[in-house]
């Protein structure tokens, strides 16, 4: 096929890959026109977005490393609240360590203290006791005593001075014998 037309194109002198003159000139104004209209309203449009993109990106760059160093301040601040209210927190932790020992040693003192005046009022009370058992002791003592010597005697003793004056004499007796004992 190459064959045929070369052999076609021999009988005449041009070229086949070369358009004709024609071709060209209207190709050429064809290309100014597009090429100015494309200049005067293409680019300068095209050139005004991508300018107006530009500001828009450097503005939001600009924003974000505003924003950015805010929110670094704001770390710093919040990491220097946090610090200090850790400190207090231990602080305050301290110092109800020192209140709780305090009151611990009040009320372990007061303790102490009531269980003290405890102790005293019942021995007290146990004294009392003890002196009031004893008075009943020696009055019931007494007076079997006597109804005992007036049974072994066979008289009775009917005065009370001399009555209380042997049991007391008896009731002496009995407890020197008891404390020298001991």
């Not at 932790?93 to 040693?105: F, L, S, T």
């Amino acid at each position: 096929m190459l064959q045929a037309v070369l052999a076609a194109t021999e009988g005449e002198s041009t070229n086949p890959l070369i358009p004709a003159p024609y071709d060209i000139i209207w190709s050429f104004v064809c290309f100014v026109v597009i090429l100015f209209f494309f200049w005067r309203l293409v680019l300068p449009r095209m050139k005004k977005l991508l300018d107006e993109r530009a500001a828009a990106i450097e503005g939001n760059i600009e924003k974000a490393d505003i924003a950015q160093r805010e929110a670094e301040a704001a770390l710093q601040q919040y990491t220097a609240q946090l610090a200090e209210a850790r400190a207090e927190a231990a602080k305050i932790r301290e110092q109800a360590r020192v209140d709780a020992q305090r009151i611990g040693a009040d009320i372990q003192a007061q303790a102490q203290s009531d269980a003290e005046r405890v102790k005293a009022n019942a021995q007290v009370a146990i004294e009392a006791d003890r002196q009031a058992a004893l008075v009943s002791l020696r009055s019931e003592v007494g007076t079997l005593a006597i109804d005992l010597a007036s049974g072994v005697i066979g008289e009775s003793l009917s005065d009370d001075a001399k009555a209380t004056a042997l049991v007391d004499r008896f009731l002496a007796d009995l407890e020197a014998d008891t404390s020298g004992k001991k």
